[in-house]
């Protein structure tokens, strides 16, 4: 087997009725639930301004070689309807990896959108076209076509570990990765801190929050509270 030059063909798939569940949800409530610890880099944001449609699906990983492309047309060719690429590049930013044809033909397979830790260009036609893409910037350097890379391995997207069928969730805070196997559960808590969630909100905007918890968490770290001005410490 080429560790580093192969493909699989197959990977393991998330109920569709969580990846449903999970589209109802903001990604960061989802986040919470999951420790923080979930949220690929801020470097990777999205590339359509303007925007609240929220990306969700199974993740498709394609590991590339910096400033090449050939593994992601590859993945393009195995791609299901709703699939996110999710395209690791060794944090290089010196090519960008895709453009609007790669995104045109994502989109007539009606892919649920790509993220890439890497730069993409064309990005006024990719706007237009309305396919959610997440991308660390632009460049109109474009790629070469050489390999090697591999497709539906375990990658590290912006950060954070990505397995072929993951779920990506993405909205305009950015993107997080739902391990598949614990995405059931995630879903359950997820529901219910979104309800509190809400209930927050609401009592922040009619005023009826409760503040106390502030003070308590500060004696609890033993910070110290001084009734006076800086100014007038000796």
């Known amino acids: 087997m080429s560790v580093g030059f192969r493909v699989f063909t197959q990977r393991r798939m998330p109920k ?9 949800l903001p990604a960061a409530n989802v986040a919470d639930v999951m420790g923080r610890s979930c949220a690929m880099s801020s470097e990777i944001h999205t590339m359509l301004p303007h925007t609240d449609a929220i ?32 395209i690791a590049n060794e944090g290089d930013r010196s090519q960008s990896l895709l453009g609007a044809i790669i995104v045109a033909y994502a989109r ?14 064309d990005v006024d036609e990719i706007a237009a076209m309305g396919l959610p893409v997440y ?5 109109p350097g474009g790629p070469y076509k050489e390999g090697p890379g591999e497709v539906n ?17 993405a909205d305009s ?11 059931e559960r995630i879903l359950v ?12 909100m609401q009592a922040a905007l009619d005023g009826s929050a409760k503040r106390e918890w ?8 033993q910070c110290e509270i001084i009734d006076g001005c800086y100014e007038d410490l000796g």
């Open 16 to 24: 569709k009725e969580v990846m449903d569940g999970f589209r109802l």
């Open 55 to 86: 990306m969700v699906g199974p993740a498709l990983t394609v590991r590339a070689r910096p400033g090449d492309n050939l593994m992601i047309h590859k993945a393009l060719n195995m791609a299901q309807e709703g699939d996110i690429l999710v």
């Open 108 to 121: 007539s397979k009606k892919l649920g959108g790509i993220v890439v830790d890497g730069n993409i260009r």
């Open 135 to 139: 991308a660390t910037g632009s460049t």
């Open 153 to 169: 391995t375990p990658i590290s997207c912006g950060g954070v570990a990505v397995c072929p069928g993951d779920i990506i969730l």
């Open 173 to 183: 805070d950015g993107v997080i990765v739902i391990p598949r196997k614990d995405s």
């Open 189 to 200: 808590e997820a529901q219910i801190f979104a309800k509190a969630d809400k209930a927050k």
């Open 214 to 221: 502030v003070d308590k968490k500060l004696t609890e770290k």
